[in-house]
């Protein structure tokens, strides 16, 4: 349905269509204010929708209707997928006037507690730098955790990385423009030397792959053993990442249940650890303010509670006296004194 026709319609009119037509409709009227990203999401969510809700008219939806299709979809997915499904259901409703007849008997799924990244110390770095530079086969998931923990990038924003993003004189790194959730999330943040490095070896590598032109991408996405396309970009290197933790794990580090994505919570701890640091300039390297970064991406490390912990203390150790040390005369005449004095104490007590 045209953005123009999606515009015309009333409220009435959109109740009475089918569901798909309606939301389709919906859709349209939400893009100019909406990211790419989060219209393409939302039309596979209706898309989603559309196989319960087909052929039903907005009017008609109620909450027992809801609840038997999050039934249908607990079946298939997770709560994240259906609660998403649900908040766009309710975006449609509430554009008629709908969803308030029907939101005190909603309740979206309750979410699992999910655990918290983790942040890399810097001997487990070293080590596992170097197990990865050991393997030719690693160097791309290798040079994405560098960007990462070096830039605050996510593996999806280093993966969208193109060759326009990068400004090699100035050393900055334009970050999440290719596709950002909102506009918080789009950054230019400093390169140090160890991210140009990794750079370096991205790009050396990207422009043997066919990227040559400022739109073309610094990960080019593999279509076929040594193929290419670098119109589009590499979308995971979970694969790599798998057998360098298994490797990692065999030369007896602690990181059988480390992510790539912890090398982003790597960095923000380390803005947030850092006195240094203000609240201003970690909102702008993360692309989030500050009370978000401190609830997500905080992972203050161990040794910074132990700290922590002794600085709340009122309770001190004792310190021992200190015995004083005999003094051995130098001088042999106040030897020799010492020597009569105690002869004479001797012949006295005889």
Known sequence: MGLLQGLVLSIAALTALPFSDACAAWLETRRPYIAAKTAHEYALNIKTLDKFFEGIRLQDIDADMIRAYQRMRMTKCGPHSINHECSVLQQVLKRVGR???IADQYQPLPLPQGKRGQCISDDVRVKLWRIMRANPNWNGARR???????????PGEAYKLKLRDIEWDARKLWIGRNGAKNAGRIRRNPIND???DALKEALADAKIRGACEPHHYLFPKRVNGNDYDPEHHQTTF?????KIIKEAVRQGLPVDRLRLEDMRHSANTRLLEN?????????EMAGHKMPVGRKWYSHIRMER???AVDALSAYKKPSLPVAAAPTIPTDNSELAKQLLALAAKLLNSA
């Open 305 to 307: 509670k132990i700290e």
């Open 144 to 154: 994405c955790a560098t960007i990462s923990i070096n830039t605050t990038a996510s």
């Open 275 to 283: 006195e240094d640091v203000s609240e201003a300039t970690y909102e």
């Open 194 to 196: 160890e991210c140009l």
């Open 238 to 242: 979970r694969t790599a990442w798998e």
């Open 99 to 101: 969803w308030n007849l």
